[in-house]
């Protein structure tokens, strides 16, 4: 299996603060890594599809980059809004698997 | 716009068999894939398997031998039953549209807890 992982696990910013998560994969997995939003009992939302798509009526503040084992997620200036855990996921090989996630908090 | 939502017992006996289903409203299921993926406490998700509308499947090999996802596209449902259950079976399950590429959207998730 792809083993993914993220950093960092957490993370305080403050609202306008450009926040940064990085993703890598075990393996070259192309541009085959999607990015999640997930609120606590709240259904995980689809935020950017391979790597660097912006699902339509998503926010512009959010961005993806990378391609290969290594990703980047942006959100280019923090909302109270966006306090969530947020991860990532490949789908270049079987099984699909996710990173463990990082959870944004506000400072 | 298309919503799910998972429905099923939150309490399962170790060796039985949980079962749980993925209602669709706000859409079709036919022409989609739809998955499960679960989420132990404090760990990190794992996908289940999918099915595509017409009935193809693909699971994860990890639980393969355990686990089967079925479709009624007559009532817009797809179901997972997972055999043999232990404690490790404990977690939030999701149902989601997709595979084999992007989940969107996601059920909110209904835990499932496996004890005597």
């Known amino acids: 299996d792809i083993q993914m992982t993220q950093s960092p696990s957490s993370l305080s910013a403050s609202v306008g603060d450009r926040v940064t998560i990085t993703c890598q994969a075990s393996q070259d997995i192309s541009n085959h890594l999607n990015w999640y939003q997930h609120k606590p009992g709240k259904a995980p939302k689809l935020l950017i599809y391979?790597?660097?798509n912006l699902k339509a009526g998503v926010p512009s503040r959010f961005s993806g980059s990378g391609s290969g084992a290594d990703f980047t997620f942006t959100i280019s200036s923090l909302q109270p809004e966006d306090i969530a855990t947020y991860f990532c996921q490949q789908y270049d090989n079987f099984p699909f698997t996710f990173g463990p996630g990082t959870k944004v908090d506000m400072k | 716009q298309v919503q799910l939502q998972e429905s099923g017992p939150g309490l399962v006996k170790p060796s039985e068999t949980l079962s749980l289903t993925c209602t669709v409203s706000g859409g079709s299921i036919s022409g989609y894939y739809w998955s499960w993926i679960r989420q132990p406490p404090g760990k990190g998700l794992e996908w289940i398997g999918y099915i595509y509308y017409s009935g193809t499947t693909n699971y994860n090999p990890s639980l393969k031998s355990r686990v089967s996802i079925s479709v009624d596209t007559s009532k817009n449902q797809f179901s997972l039953r997972l055999n043999s259950v232990t404690s490790a079976d404990t977690a939030v399950y999701y149902c989601?549209?997709?595979?084999?590429?992007?989940?969107?959207?996601w059920g909110q998730g209904t835990l499932v807890t496996v004890s005597s």
């Open positions: 391979d790597a660097s």
């Open positions: 989601a549209r997709g595979g084999p590429s992007l989940f969107d959207p």
